[in-house]
Protein backbone atom coordinates (compact mmCIF):
# COMPACT_ATOMS: atom_id res chain seq x y z
CA UNK A 1 0.00 0.00 0.00
CA UNK A 2 1.55 3.28 -1.13
CA UNK A 3 1.33 6.94 0.72
CA UNK A 4 -1.24 7.95 -1.75
CA UNK A 5 -3.19 5.28 -0.34
CA UNK A 6 -2.58 5.77 3.36
CA UNK A 7 -3.24 9.06 3.28
CA UNK A 8 -6.94 8.00 1.77
CA UNK A 9 -7.57 5.86 4.28
CA UNK A 10 -6.62 8.44 6.80
CA UNK A 11 -8.50 11.30 4.92
CA UNK A 12 -11.68 8.68 5.61
CA UNK A 13 -11.22 8.11 9.10
CA UNK A 14 -11.10 12.06 9.48
CA UNK A 15 -14.25 12.42 7.61
CA UNK A 16 -15.89 9.15 9.61
CA UNK A 17 -14.69 11.43 12.94
CA UNK A 18 -16.33 14.77 11.64
CA UNK A 19 -19.77 12.89 11.18
CA UNK A 20 -19.59 10.95 14.78
CA UNK A 21 -19.34 13.58 17.35
CA UNK A 22 -20.26 11.14 19.48
CA UNK A 23 -17.23 8.72 18.95
CA UNK A 24 -20.00 5.69 18.58
CA UNK A 25 -18.06 4.17 15.80
CA UNK A 26 -14.52 2.94 16.33
CA UNK A 27 -12.91 2.56 12.89
CA UNK A 28 -9.33 0.87 12.74
CA UNK A 29 -7.19 1.50 9.67
CA UNK A 30 -4.67 -1.34 8.00
CA UNK A 31 -1.53 0.51 7.81
CA UNK A 32 -0.19 -2.59 5.86
CA UNK A 33 2.54 -3.16 8.12
CA UNK A 34 2.47 -6.82 9.25
CA UNK A 35 0.53 -5.85 12.61
CA UNK A 36 -2.75 -7.03 10.96
CA UNK A 37 -4.61 -4.31 13.28
CA UNK A 38 -7.46 -4.95 10.58
CA UNK A 39 -6.76 -8.73 9.66
CA UNK A 40 -10.19 -10.76 10.68
CA UNK A 41 -10.79 -14.49 10.00
CA UNK A 42 -14.20 -15.94 8.55
CA UNK A 43 -15.73 -19.17 7.60
CA UNK A 44 -18.58 -20.28 5.87
CA UNK A 45 -20.50 -20.22 8.59
CA UNK A 46 -20.14 -16.71 9.74
CA UNK A 47 -18.12 -17.58 12.47
CA UNK A 48 -15.56 -14.55 12.84
CA UNK A 49 -12.45 -13.50 15.20
CA UNK A 50 -10.21 -10.68 15.10
CA UNK A 51 -6.86 -11.93 14.40
CA UNK A 52 -4.19 -9.59 14.62
CA UNK A 53 -0.95 -10.94 14.33
CA UNK A 54 -0.68 -14.97 13.05
CA UNK A 55 2.13 -16.99 12.06
CA UNK A 56 2.49 -19.14 9.31
CA UNK A 57 1.36 -21.78 10.96
CA UNK A 58 -1.79 -20.27 12.97
CA UNK A 59 -3.05 -19.54 9.53
CA UNK A 60 -2.40 -22.75 8.04
CA UNK A 61 -4.85 -24.28 11.40
CA UNK A 62 -7.48 -21.29 10.02
CA UNK A 63 -7.51 -22.87 6.92
CA UNK A 64 -7.79 -26.37 7.79
CA UNK A 65 -10.74 -25.62 9.76
CA UNK A 66 -12.58 -23.36 7.16
CA UNK A 67 -11.81 -19.89 8.18
CA UNK A 68 -10.50 -17.45 5.16
CA UNK A 69 -8.29 -14.36 5.92
CA UNK A 70 -8.93 -10.76 5.10
CA UNK A 71 -8.14 -7.19 5.63
CA UNK A 72 -10.05 -4.75 5.43
CA UNK A 73 -8.90 -0.87 4.58
CA UNK A 74 -11.23 0.28 7.93
CA UNK A 75 -13.14 -2.03 10.65
CA UNK A 76 -14.91 -1.45 13.21
CA UNK A 77 -14.92 -5.13 14.89
CA UNK A 78 -17.93 -3.50 17.24
CA UNK A 79 -20.60 -2.49 15.35
CA UNK A 80 -19.37 -4.64 12.80
CA UNK A 81 -18.68 -2.42 9.91
CA UNK A 82 -16.21 -2.35 7.01
CA UNK A 83 -15.46 0.79 4.99
CA UNK A 84 -13.20 -0.91 1.78
CA UNK A 85 -11.82 2.06 -0.28
CA UNK A 86 -11.91 0.90 -4.55
CA UNK A 87 -9.42 1.65 -6.66
CA UNK A 88 -10.05 1.47 -10.54
CA UNK A 89 -7.51 0.22 -12.88
CA UNK A 90 -6.58 -0.59 -16.46
CA UNK A 91 -6.15 -4.13 -17.29
CA UNK A 92 -6.78 -6.59 -19.86
CA UNK A 93 -10.39 -6.12 -19.35
CA UNK A 94 -10.22 -2.42 -19.76
CA UNK A 95 -11.34 0.28 -17.23
CA UNK A 96 -13.28 -0.72 -14.21
CA UNK A 97 -16.75 1.14 -14.24
CA UNK A 98 -18.43 2.50 -11.03
CA UNK A 99 -19.38 -0.19 -9.01
CA UNK A 100 -17.63 -2.90 -10.60
CA UNK A 101 -16.03 -6.05 -9.06
CA UNK A 102 -12.33 -6.33 -8.94
CA UNK A 103 -11.13 -9.85 -9.77
CA UNK A 104 -7.99 -9.60 -8.29
CA UNK A 105 -6.07 -7.06 -6.78
CA UNK A 106 -3.33 -8.67 -6.44
CA UNK A 107 -2.40 -9.44 -3.12
CA UNK A 108 -4.72 -11.81 -1.21
CA UNK A 109 -6.48 -15.30 -2.91
CA UNK A 110 -10.27 -13.81 -3.13
CA UNK A 111 -12.02 -11.46 -5.45
CA UNK A 112 -14.38 -8.68 -3.85
CA UNK A 113 -17.02 -10.62 -4.71
CA UNK A 114 -15.51 -13.60 -2.47
CA UNK A 115 -15.01 -11.14 0.23
CA UNK A 116 -18.64 -9.68 -0.26
CA UNK A 117 -19.72 -13.31 1.00
CA UNK A 118 -17.36 -13.72 3.50
CA UNK A 119 -18.40 -10.24 5.00
CA UNK A 120 -22.25 -11.08 4.69
CA UNK A 121 -22.35 -14.59 6.22
CA UNK A 122 -20.12 -12.57 9.50
CA UNK A 123 -22.97 -9.70 9.28
CA UNK A 124 -20.73 -7.02 8.70
CA UNK A 125 -22.08 -4.10 6.94
CA UNK A 126 -19.60 -2.96 4.16
CA UNK A 127 -19.42 0.16 2.33
CA UNK A 128 -17.20 0.48 -0.90
CA UNK A 129 -15.64 3.73 -1.61
CA UNK A 130 -14.86 4.16 -5.29
CA UNK A 131 -11.48 6.38 -6.50
CA UNK A 132 -13.33 7.61 -9.30
CA UNK A 133 -16.36 8.44 -7.60
CA UNK A 134 -16.13 12.96 -6.75
CA UNK A 135 -15.19 13.40 -3.13
CA UNK A 136 -18.46 15.42 -1.91
CA UNK A 137 -20.32 12.19 -3.08
CA UNK A 138 -17.70 9.78 -1.51
CA UNK A 139 -18.52 12.08 1.69
CA UNK A 140 -22.38 12.28 1.41
CA UNK A 141 -21.84 7.86 0.84
CA UNK A 142 -20.47 7.67 3.69
CA UNK A 143 -22.42 10.15 5.54
CA UNK A 144 -25.29 8.30 5.11
CA UNK A 145 -24.03 4.68 5.42
CA UNK A 146 -22.70 5.93 9.12
CA UNK A 147 -26.58 7.46 9.86
CA UNK A 148 -28.53 4.26 8.30
CA UNK A 149 -26.52 2.08 10.83
CA UNK A 150 -27.02 4.72 13.99
CA UNK A 151 -30.23 4.91 13.38
CA UNK A 152 -31.08 1.01 13.12
CA UNK A 153 -28.92 0.47 16.06
CA UNK A 154 -30.57 4.16 18.32
CA UNK A 155 -27.56 5.96 18.01
CA UNK A 156 -28.09 9.50 18.43
CA UNK A 157 -25.56 11.58 16.49
Not at 48 to 54: A, E, G, I, Q, V
Not at 63 to 83: S, T, W
Not at 121 to 130: G, T, Y
Request: charged share 40%; proline share 1%.
Amino acid sequence: MGIQDLNKLFEIHREIKKIDTENKFNFVIDTDTKEGKTRIVIDEFGTWKKTPSLTEEQASEFRKKGFRQFVPDLIDFKNKLIIEYQEECKGRQGILRRRGKINKKGHDEFSDEDKDIFYELANFNQLKIWENTDVEEQRKEMKEFLEIFASKNNFKN
